[in-house]
Protein backbone atom coordinates (compact mmCIF):
# COMPACT_ATOMS: atom_id res chain seq x y z
CA UNK A 1 0.00 0.00 0.00
CA UNK A 2 1.49 3.39 -0.97
CA UNK A 3 2.70 5.68 2.12
CA UNK A 4 -0.13 8.33 0.55
CA UNK A 5 -3.07 5.83 1.16
CA UNK A 6 -2.05 4.58 4.82
CA UNK A 7 -2.03 8.45 5.66
CA UNK A 8 -5.34 8.85 4.29
CA UNK A 9 -7.13 5.80 6.42
CA UNK A 10 -5.40 6.57 8.98
CA UNK A 11 -6.79 10.12 8.71
CA UNK A 12 -10.23 9.13 7.66
CA UNK A 13 -10.85 5.93 9.66
CA UNK A 14 -9.03 6.16 12.18
CA UNK A 15 -7.11 2.64 10.76
CA UNK A 16 -3.48 1.94 12.91
CA UNK A 17 -0.42 0.88 12.22
CA UNK A 18 -0.96 -2.32 13.66
CA UNK A 19 -3.94 -2.98 10.68
CA UNK A 20 -1.39 -2.25 8.30
CA UNK A 21 0.92 -4.77 8.94
CA UNK A 22 -1.75 -7.31 9.49
CA UNK A 23 -2.61 -6.52 5.91
CA UNK A 24 0.19 -6.58 4.34
CA UNK A 25 1.56 -10.32 6.36
CA UNK A 26 -2.02 -11.38 4.96
CA UNK A 27 -1.75 -9.99 1.00
CA UNK A 28 1.37 -12.07 0.88
CA UNK A 29 -0.22 -15.14 2.31
CA UNK A 30 -2.88 -15.24 -0.30
CA UNK A 31 -0.65 -13.97 -3.30
CA UNK A 32 -0.87 -17.97 -4.86
CA UNK A 33 -4.38 -18.02 -4.09
CA UNK A 34 -4.99 -14.64 -6.29
CA UNK A 35 -3.27 -16.41 -9.13
CA UNK A 36 -5.52 -19.36 -9.26
CA UNK A 37 -8.19 -16.59 -8.90
CA UNK A 38 -6.93 -14.66 -12.07
CA UNK A 39 -6.88 -18.06 -14.12
CA UNK A 40 -10.56 -18.89 -13.59
CA UNK A 41 -11.71 -15.41 -14.29
CA UNK A 42 -9.97 -15.59 -17.45
CA UNK A 43 -11.42 -19.04 -18.28
CA UNK A 44 -15.19 -17.84 -17.25
CA UNK A 45 -14.41 -14.27 -19.10
CA UNK A 46 -13.80 -16.44 -22.29
CA UNK A 47 -16.60 -18.87 -21.74
CA UNK A 48 -19.26 -15.92 -21.57
CA UNK A 49 -17.96 -13.97 -24.37
CA UNK A 50 -17.95 -17.25 -26.70
CA UNK A 51 -21.89 -17.49 -25.48
CA UNK A 52 -22.49 -14.00 -26.53
CA UNK A 53 -21.01 -14.25 -30.07
CA UNK A 54 -22.46 -17.72 -30.75
CA UNK A 55 -25.69 -15.81 -30.28
CA UNK A 56 -25.04 -12.91 -32.42
CA UNK A 57 -25.76 -10.00 -30.04
CA UNK A 58 -26.16 -6.69 -30.76
CA UNK A 59 -27.70 -3.95 -30.01
CA UNK A 60 -31.10 -4.46 -30.91
CA UNK A 61 -30.89 -6.68 -27.84
CA UNK A 62 -31.49 -4.10 -25.83
CA UNK A 63 -34.56 -2.40 -26.58
CA UNK A 64 -37.67 -3.59 -24.93
CA UNK A 65 -41.23 -4.49 -25.75
CA UNK A 66 -44.29 -3.60 -23.75
CA UNK A 67 -47.82 -5.53 -22.69
CA UNK A 68 -47.72 -8.97 -23.13
CA UNK A 69 -43.71 -8.71 -24.45
CA UNK A 70 -44.49 -11.27 -26.64
CA UNK A 71 -41.13 -11.92 -28.98
CA UNK A 72 -39.06 -9.70 -26.56
CA UNK A 73 -35.47 -10.60 -28.35
CA UNK A 74 -33.78 -9.19 -25.58
CA UNK A 75 -35.11 -11.89 -22.86
CA UNK A 76 -35.31 -14.80 -25.03
CA UNK A 77 -31.70 -14.12 -26.62
CA UNK A 78 -30.62 -13.59 -23.17
CA UNK A 79 -32.29 -17.39 -21.88
CA UNK A 80 -30.29 -18.77 -24.49
CA UNK A 81 -26.71 -17.10 -23.55
CA UNK A 82 -27.10 -17.88 -19.97
CA UNK A 83 -28.16 -21.47 -20.93
CA UNK A 84 -24.86 -21.78 -23.07
CA UNK A 85 -22.42 -19.97 -20.34
CA UNK A 86 -24.18 -22.30 -17.53
CA UNK A 87 -23.87 -25.59 -19.95
CA UNK A 88 -27.62 -26.57 -19.59
CA UNK A 89 -30.35 -27.01 -22.45
CA UNK A 90 -32.50 -24.01 -21.14
CA UNK A 91 -32.68 -20.80 -19.08
CA UNK A 92 -35.58 -18.89 -17.81
CA UNK A 93 -33.75 -15.24 -16.96
CA UNK A 94 -36.31 -12.66 -15.60
CA UNK A 95 -36.38 -9.44 -14.19
CA UNK A 96 -39.54 -10.48 -12.95
CA UNK A 97 -38.06 -12.72 -10.19
CA UNK A 98 -37.94 -10.59 -7.26
CA UNK A 99 -34.82 -12.23 -6.15
CA UNK A 100 -33.53 -15.41 -5.74
CA UNK A 101 -35.81 -17.28 -2.96
CA UNK A 102 -38.57 -16.43 -5.33
CA UNK A 103 -36.40 -17.76 -8.81
CA UNK A 104 -35.86 -21.09 -6.04
CA UNK A 105 -39.34 -21.41 -5.18
CA UNK A 106 -40.29 -21.10 -8.63
CA UNK A 107 -38.25 -24.46 -9.80
CA UNK A 108 -39.55 -26.34 -7.00
CA UNK A 109 -43.01 -25.57 -7.37
CA UNK A 110 -43.09 -25.84 -11.17
CA UNK A 111 -41.48 -29.48 -10.74
CA UNK A 112 -43.44 -31.11 -8.04
CA UNK A 113 -46.76 -32.67 -7.69
CA UNK A 114 -49.25 -33.01 -4.81
CA UNK A 115 -47.89 -36.50 -2.79
CA UNK A 116 -44.14 -36.09 -4.37
CA UNK A 117 -41.94 -35.55 -1.72
CA UNK A 118 -38.50 -32.95 -1.74
CA UNK A 119 -35.72 -34.84 -0.77
CA UNK A 120 -33.27 -32.08 1.27
CA UNK A 121 -29.78 -34.00 1.33
CA UNK A 122 -26.93 -31.14 1.93
CA UNK A 123 -29.03 -30.60 5.57
CA UNK A 124 -31.06 -27.80 5.89
CA UNK A 125 -32.35 -25.50 3.03
CA UNK A 126 -31.95 -22.13 3.35
CA UNK A 127 -33.61 -19.60 5.72
CA UNK A 128 -36.40 -18.09 3.35
CA UNK A 129 -36.72 -21.41 1.76
CA UNK A 130 -38.05 -23.11 4.19
CA UNK A 131 -41.43 -21.02 4.39
CA UNK A 132 -41.72 -22.19 0.65
CA UNK A 133 -41.27 -25.44 1.94
CA UNK A 134 -43.39 -25.14 4.73
CA UNK A 135 -40.91 -26.04 7.77
CA UNK A 136 -40.78 -23.00 9.21
CA UNK A 137 -42.70 -23.55 12.14
CA UNK A 138 -45.35 -21.04 11.38
CA UNK A 139 -48.49 -23.49 9.88
CA UNK A 140 -49.76 -20.56 8.18
CA UNK A 141 -52.28 -20.59 5.56
CA UNK A 142 -50.20 -19.22 2.80
CA UNK A 143 -49.29 -21.65 -0.33
CA UNK A 144 -46.39 -23.46 0.69
CA UNK A 145 -44.96 -26.86 -0.82
CA UNK A 146 -46.33 -28.41 1.92
CA UNK A 147 -50.32 -26.80 2.21
CA UNK A 148 -50.07 -27.99 -1.33
CA UNK A 149 -49.79 -31.76 -0.10
CA UNK A 150 -45.59 -31.82 -1.24
CA UNK A 151 -43.65 -33.99 1.53
CA UNK A 152 -40.77 -33.03 2.68
CA UNK A 153 -37.31 -34.86 3.99
CA UNK A 154 -34.29 -34.20 4.68
CA UNK A 155 -30.95 -35.75 5.21
CA UNK A 156 -28.50 -34.01 7.39
CA UNK A 157 -24.67 -33.50 6.61
CA UNK A 158 -22.40 -36.19 8.30
CA UNK A 159 -18.47 -34.54 9.47
CA UNK A 160 -19.53 -31.93 7.00
CA UNK A 161 -20.22 -34.50 4.07
CA UNK A 162 -23.01 -36.01 2.20
CA UNK A 163 -24.10 -39.16 4.05
CA UNK A 164 -24.34 -41.74 1.08
CA UNK A 165 -25.61 -44.66 3.26
CA UNK A 166 -28.93 -42.73 4.12
CA UNK A 167 -29.59 -41.07 0.44
CA UNK A 168 -29.41 -44.29 -0.78
CA UNK A 169 -31.81 -45.65 1.79
CA UNK A 170 -34.39 -43.34 0.97
CA UNK A 171 -33.44 -43.47 -2.71
CA UNK A 172 -34.31 -47.02 -2.66
CA UNK A 173 -37.49 -46.43 -0.30
CA UNK A 174 -39.32 -43.88 -0.89
CA UNK A 175 -40.58 -43.88 -4.75
CA UNK A 176 -42.58 -40.26 -3.88
CA UNK A 177 -39.18 -38.78 -3.87
CA UNK A 178 -39.32 -36.37 -7.39
CA UNK A 179 -36.73 -33.68 -6.22
CA UNK A 180 -33.73 -33.78 -4.85
CA UNK A 181 -32.38 -30.31 -3.10
CA UNK A 182 -28.37 -29.42 -3.19
CA UNK A 183 -27.46 -26.05 -1.95
CA UNK A 184 -24.02 -25.17 -3.06
CA UNK A 185 -23.67 -22.37 -0.79
CA UNK A 186 -23.06 -22.32 2.74
CA UNK A 187 -26.21 -20.17 3.52
CA UNK A 188 -26.07 -19.19 7.26
CA UNK A 189 -24.43 -22.26 8.35
CA UNK A 190 -20.48 -23.53 9.44
CA UNK A 191 -19.31 -25.52 6.64
CA UNK A 192 -17.52 -25.01 3.42
CA UNK A 193 -19.33 -24.60 0.01
CA UNK A 194 -19.75 -27.90 -1.99
CA UNK A 195 -17.21 -27.87 -4.84
CA UNK A 196 -18.29 -28.73 -8.17
CA UNK A 197 -16.30 -32.41 -7.83
CA UNK A 198 -18.43 -32.93 -4.26
CA UNK A 199 -21.59 -32.12 -6.00
CA UNK A 200 -20.54 -33.97 -9.31
CA UNK A 201 -19.57 -37.12 -6.85
CA UNK A 202 -22.75 -36.88 -5.33
CA UNK A 203 -25.28 -36.37 -8.60
CA UNK A 204 -23.39 -39.38 -10.06
CA UNK A 205 -24.23 -41.32 -6.50
CA UNK A 206 -28.04 -40.23 -6.93
CA UNK A 207 -28.73 -40.86 -10.43
CA UNK A 208 -26.89 -44.35 -10.39
CA UNK A 209 -29.63 -45.47 -7.99
CA UNK A 210 -32.96 -43.19 -9.46
CA UNK A 211 -31.74 -42.01 -12.94
CA UNK A 212 -35.75 -40.80 -12.72
CA UNK A 213 -35.48 -37.52 -9.93
CA UNK A 214 -34.59 -34.40 -10.89
CA UNK A 215 -31.26 -32.86 -8.86
CA UNK A 216 -32.29 -29.24 -8.44
CA UNK A 217 -29.12 -27.04 -7.09
CA UNK A 218 -29.16 -24.16 -5.34
CA UNK A 219 -26.79 -21.98 -6.76
CA UNK A 220 -26.54 -19.09 -4.96
CA UNK A 221 -23.26 -17.21 -4.80
CA UNK A 222 -21.86 -20.00 -6.46
CA UNK A 223 -21.36 -18.88 -10.45
CA UNK A 224 -18.29 -18.29 -11.39
CA UNK A 225 -16.28 -19.00 -9.07
CA UNK A 226 -15.17 -22.35 -10.51
CA UNK A 227 -15.02 -22.80 -14.33
CA UNK A 228 -17.92 -25.30 -14.11
CA UNK A 229 -21.78 -24.96 -13.02
CA UNK A 230 -23.92 -27.85 -11.29
CA UNK A 231 -25.44 -28.10 -14.61
CA UNK A 232 -22.60 -29.28 -16.00
CA UNK A 233 -21.95 -32.09 -13.62
CA UNK A 234 -25.36 -33.83 -14.32
CA UNK A 235 -27.49 -31.09 -12.00
CA UNK A 236 -31.35 -31.12 -13.89
CA UNK A 237 -31.93 -27.92 -12.41
CA UNK A 238 -30.50 -24.98 -10.75
CA UNK A 239 -31.64 -21.52 -9.65
CA UNK A 240 -30.09 -18.26 -8.30
CA UNK A 241 -30.12 -14.30 -7.52
CA UNK A 242 -28.92 -11.52 -10.41
CA UNK A 243 -28.50 -9.81 -7.28
CA UNK A 244 -25.57 -12.07 -6.47
CA UNK A 245 -22.32 -13.31 -8.55
CA UNK A 246 -24.39 -13.66 -12.19
CA UNK A 247 -25.51 -9.92 -12.35
CA UNK A 248 -22.27 -8.62 -11.95
CA UNK A 249 -23.40 -5.60 -9.81
CA UNK A 250 -25.15 -4.20 -12.78
CA UNK A 251 -28.39 -5.91 -13.32
CA UNK A 252 -30.91 -4.28 -11.04
CA UNK A 253 -33.07 -7.50 -10.04
CA UNK A 254 -33.87 -10.92 -11.01
CA UNK A 255 -33.02 -14.14 -10.69
CA UNK A 256 -32.96 -17.17 -13.35
CA UNK A 257 -33.46 -20.51 -13.70
CA UNK A 258 -31.38 -23.16 -15.95
CA UNK A 259 -31.03 -26.75 -16.72
CA UNK A 260 -32.87 -29.58 -18.32
CA UNK A 261 -35.57 -28.32 -21.12
CA UNK A 262 -38.67 -29.94 -19.72
CA UNK A 263 -37.83 -28.93 -15.81
CA UNK A 264 -37.17 -25.17 -17.30
CA UNK A 265 -40.72 -25.14 -18.62
CA UNK A 266 -42.27 -26.56 -16.07
CA UNK A 267 -41.18 -23.40 -14.03
CA UNK A 268 -41.89 -21.33 -16.45
CA UNK A 269 -45.41 -21.86 -16.20
CA UNK A 270 -45.50 -20.99 -12.35
CA UNK A 271 -43.56 -17.94 -12.84
CA UNK A 272 -46.69 -16.62 -15.51
CA UNK A 273 -49.55 -19.59 -15.37
CA UNK A 274 -49.89 -22.68 -17.63
CA UNK A 275 -50.51 -22.06 -21.26
CA UNK A 276 -48.16 -18.42 -21.23
CA UNK A 277 -44.49 -19.82 -19.56
CA UNK A 278 -41.91 -17.71 -20.67
CA UNK A 279 -43.17 -16.35 -23.93
CA UNK A 280 -45.19 -13.41 -21.69
CA UNK A 281 -43.38 -10.62 -20.17
CA UNK A 282 -42.23 -7.67 -20.78
CA UNK A 283 -38.46 -6.20 -19.92
CA UNK A 284 -38.72 -2.61 -18.67
CA UNK A 285 -35.71 -1.68 -20.44
CA UNK A 286 -33.32 -3.70 -18.00
CA UNK A 287 -31.75 -5.95 -21.35
CA UNK A 288 -28.82 -4.16 -21.59
CA UNK A 289 -28.01 -4.14 -17.82
CA UNK A 290 -28.88 -7.58 -17.85
CA UNK A 291 -26.36 -8.27 -20.30
CA UNK A 292 -24.03 -6.16 -19.48
CA UNK A 293 -23.72 -7.88 -16.21
CA UNK A 294 -23.38 -10.86 -17.12
CA UNK A 295 -20.51 -10.27 -19.17
CA UNK A 296 -18.49 -8.21 -16.50
CA UNK A 297 -19.60 -10.99 -13.62
CA UNK A 298 -16.69 -12.97 -14.17
CA UNK A 299 -14.62 -10.56 -13.38
CA UNK A 300 -16.44 -9.09 -10.61
CA UNK A 301 -17.27 -12.49 -8.74
CA UNK A 302 -13.15 -13.11 -8.59
CA UNK A 303 -12.96 -9.59 -6.96
CA UNK A 304 -15.61 -10.36 -4.37
CA UNK A 305 -13.32 -13.71 -3.74
CA UNK A 306 -10.14 -11.81 -3.46
CA UNK A 307 -11.73 -9.83 -0.80
CA UNK A 308 -13.11 -13.10 1.10
CA UNK A 309 -9.88 -14.48 1.10
CA UNK A 310 -8.51 -11.58 2.32
CA UNK A 311 -10.87 -11.83 4.70
CA UNK A 312 -10.24 -14.97 6.05
CA UNK A 313 -6.24 -14.64 6.16
CA UNK A 314 -6.37 -10.79 8.17
CA UNK A 315 -9.32 -11.98 10.81
CA UNK A 316 -7.09 -15.31 11.28
CA UNK A 317 -3.75 -13.41 11.50
CA UNK A 318 -6.18 -11.05 14.33
CA UNK A 319 -7.17 -14.77 15.98
CA UNK A 320 -10.40 -15.29 15.06
CA UNK A 321 -11.96 -18.51 13.78
CA UNK A 322 -12.72 -18.16 9.97
CA UNK A 323 -14.26 -21.06 7.49
CA UNK A 324 -12.95 -20.92 4.81
CA UNK A 325 -9.54 -21.02 5.55
CA UNK A 326 -7.56 -18.81 3.19
CA UNK A 327 -6.04 -21.61 1.60
CA UNK A 328 -9.54 -24.14 1.40
CA UNK A 329 -11.01 -24.51 -2.27
CA UNK A 330 -13.37 -22.10 -2.59
CA UNK A 331 -16.94 -22.47 -4.55
CA UNK A 332 -18.91 -19.22 -3.74
CA UNK A 333 -18.18 -15.58 -2.50
CA UNK A 334 -18.94 -16.14 1.53
CA UNK A 335 -16.70 -15.98 4.47
CA UNK A 336 -17.85 -16.46 7.31
CA UNK A 337 -15.88 -15.35 10.64
CA UNK A 338 -17.28 -16.44 13.78
CA UNK A 339 -17.11 -13.94 17.00
CA UNK A 340 -18.29 -16.03 19.58
CA UNK A 341 -19.03 -12.34 20.78
CA UNK A 342 -22.24 -10.33 20.11
CA UNK A 343 -20.80 -6.95 20.50
CA UNK A 344 -18.00 -7.84 18.32
CA UNK A 345 -20.22 -9.46 15.84
CA UNK A 346 -22.25 -5.88 15.61
CA UNK A 347 -19.06 -3.86 15.40
CA UNK A 348 -17.91 -5.69 12.61
CA UNK A 349 -20.77 -4.93 10.46
CA UNK A 350 -20.95 -2.01 11.26
CA UNK A 351 -17.25 -1.18 10.24
CA UNK A 352 -18.68 -2.32 6.88
CA UNK A 353 -21.70 -0.15 6.42
CA UNK A 354 -19.00 2.75 7.36
CA UNK A 355 -16.72 1.78 4.54
CA UNK A 356 -19.82 1.56 1.94
CA UNK A 357 -19.89 4.39 -0.82
CA UNK A 358 -23.47 4.56 -0.16
CA UNK A 359 -25.35 5.08 3.31
CA UNK A 360 -21.80 5.25 4.94
CA UNK A 361 -22.86 7.23 7.41
CA UNK A 362 -26.28 5.00 9.07
CA UNK A 363 -25.49 2.38 11.31
CA UNK A 364 -27.23 -1.17 10.75
CA UNK A 365 -28.75 -2.48 13.95
CA UNK A 366 -30.42 -6.12 14.04
CA UNK A 367 -34.06 -6.16 12.75
CA UNK A 368 -36.81 -8.92 11.99
CA UNK A 369 -36.26 -9.16 8.41
CA UNK A 370 -39.15 -10.99 6.75
CA UNK A 371 -37.96 -14.89 5.80
CA UNK A 372 -36.21 -15.16 8.69
CA UNK A 373 -36.35 -16.48 11.75
CA UNK A 374 -33.86 -14.56 13.92
CA UNK A 375 -32.91 -11.05 14.28
CA UNK A 376 -30.45 -10.50 11.47
CA UNK A 377 -27.94 -7.67 11.20
CA UNK A 378 -26.85 -6.38 7.42
CA UNK A 379 -24.36 -4.03 6.33
CA UNK A 380 -25.11 -3.19 3.15
CA UNK A 381 -24.40 0.20 1.64
CA UNK A 382 -24.79 -0.87 -2.00
CA UNK A 383 -26.04 0.84 -5.19
CA UNK A 384 -28.94 -2.05 -5.96
CA UNK A 385 -30.28 -2.29 -2.64
CA UNK A 386 -29.22 -5.46 -1.09
CA UNK A 387 -27.07 -6.51 -3.64
CA UNK A 388 -24.71 -8.85 -1.81
CA UNK A 389 -22.24 -8.94 -4.54
CA UNK A 390 -21.49 -5.37 -3.74
CA UNK A 391 -19.49 -5.45 -0.37
CA UNK A 392 -21.72 -6.64 2.23
CA UNK A 393 -22.07 -8.52 5.67
CA UNK A 394 -24.80 -10.30 7.65
CA UNK A 395 -25.37 -11.89 10.47
CA UNK A 396 -28.64 -13.73 12.31
CA UNK A 397 -27.68 -12.57 15.86
CA UNK A 398 -27.73 -16.39 17.45
CA UNK A 399 -24.68 -17.86 18.83
CA UNK A 400 -22.11 -18.61 18.39
CA UNK A 401 -22.14 -15.49 16.63
CA UNK A 402 -21.09 -15.83 13.58
CA UNK A 403 -20.89 -12.98 10.57
CA UNK A 404 -20.64 -13.67 7.00
CA UNK A 405 -18.91 -11.28 4.62
CA UNK A 406 -19.48 -11.21 0.94
CA UNK A 407 -19.05 -9.12 -2.43
CA UNK A 408 -16.83 -6.12 -2.96
CA UNK A 409 -17.30 -4.84 -6.51
CA UNK A 410 -13.66 -3.97 -6.51
CA UNK A 411 -11.26 -5.98 -4.19
CA UNK A 412 -9.96 -2.32 -3.38
CA UNK A 413 -13.19 -1.47 -1.70
CA UNK A 414 -13.76 -4.79 0.20
CA UNK A 415 -9.65 -4.73 1.59
CA UNK A 416 -10.70 -0.98 2.94
CA UNK A 417 -14.25 -2.05 4.13
CA UNK A 418 -12.46 -5.20 6.19
CA UNK A 419 -9.62 -3.13 7.34
CA UNK A 420 -12.43 -0.35 8.98
CA UNK A 421 -14.56 -3.25 10.57
CA UNK A 422 -11.41 -4.90 11.83
CA UNK A 423 -10.04 -1.87 13.26
CA UNK A 424 -13.86 -1.02 15.01
CA UNK A 425 -13.62 -4.53 16.69
CA UNK A 426 -9.93 -4.06 17.80
CA UNK A 427 -10.16 -0.46 19.35
CA UNK A 428 -13.91 -1.16 20.93
C1 LIG B 1 -29.13 -15.57 -1.14
C2 LIG B 1 -29.51 -16.98 -1.09
C3 LIG B 1 -30.80 -17.40 -1.40
C4 LIG B 1 -31.88 -16.48 -1.84
O1 LIG B 1 -31.94 -15.29 -1.16
P1 LIG B 1 -32.62 -14.00 -1.76
O2 LIG B 1 -32.31 -12.98 -0.73
O3 LIG B 1 -34.06 -14.31 -1.86
O4 LIG B 1 -32.03 -13.70 -3.08
C5 LIG B 1 -31.07 -18.75 -1.35
N1 LIG B 1 -30.12 -19.64 -1.02
C6 LIG B 1 -28.88 -19.27 -0.73
C7 LIG B 1 -27.86 -20.31 -0.37
C8 LIG B 1 -28.53 -17.93 -0.76
O5 LIG B 1 -27.28 -17.57 -0.49
Same mark, same amino acid.
Given at each position: ??????????????????IFKLSDKALADVEEQFKKFDEIREFNQNKVLAAFQEERISDSHFTNTTGYGYDDM +?????? /??????????????RPHFVNGTHALGTALFGNLRPSDTLLAVSGTPYDTLQSVIGIDGKNERNGSLKEYG??? /???????? #?????????????DKSIKV??????? #?? #???????IEQLEE???FIKEIRNDVIVFVDNCYGEFVDVKEPTEVGADLIAGS?????? #? +??????????GRKDCVEQASYRLTVPG? +?????????????????????PHITMEAVKGATFCSRIMELAGFEVLPKYTDKRSDIIQAIKFNDKIKLINFCKGIQAGSPIDSFVECEPWDMPGYNDQVIMAAGAFIQGSSIELSADAPIREPYIAYLQGGLTFDHAKIGILIALSKILNS
Open positions: MLKVTEELLKIRYKINNN +GRDSLD /KVYARVLGAEAALVVKY /KQIDLRNG #GFDFDSIEKELKNIHLQRST #GY #GWRNAFTVIKLIKNIG #G +GIAPTGGYIAI +GAECGSTFGVMRSMYQGLFLA
